[in-house]
């Protein structure tokens, strides 16, 4: 019976210890925990799936944007065509404006309002920097 008594205080203590350790899951594992999502930019980017559907979300919704075929008569880059879209991405004022870092004739994008979201921002740097090609 005496060696009972110092076994049990022994469990006892252990599992009190045990029952201290908090996880803190958003710490753990960032990537599950919560609605976040990764930004994966390792892998190829393709100008159809993954660039084209941002452009058109922030640039130009047809025929309510400034980069669309009417508002290209104001910004004189229509995006709906590869070819204005890869001459922004050749001379750097695509990346440049989308990160709020206008060059020299050029405004933020989108104008007037907030910035996209980082990942998206990340996606087309990608994708201008693989050599933006139009697939």
């Known amino acids: 019976m005496k060696r009972l008594v110092p076994i049990s205080i022994l469990v006892g203590g252990v599992l009190c210890l045990s029952g201290c350790y908090n996880d803190k899951a958003d710490k753990l594992y960032p990537a599950t925990s919560g609605n976040t999502t990764t930004c994966d930019t390792t892998v190829a980017t393709s ?8 452009l058109q979300a922030y640039c130009y919704s047809p025929g309510n ?10 910004s004189t880059f229509n995006y709906e065509t590869y070819a204005a879209l890869a001459s922004n991405a050749a001379d750097g004022s695509l990346v440049s404006d989308i ?15 907030t910035q996209i979201p980082a990942c ?4 087309i740097t990608h ?7 139009n697939n």
């Open 47 to 54: 100008y159809k799936s993954d660039i084209m559907p941002i």
């Open 65 to 74: 944007g400034c980069h669309d075929a009417t508002g290209s008569s104001v």
């Open 99 to 113: 990160n709020f870092a206008p060059t020299k004739g050029h405004n933020s994008m989108p104008k007037n309002s």
């Open 120 to 123: 998206d921002i990340e996606k």
């Open 127 to 133: 994708w201008v920097n693989e050599g933006y090609p």
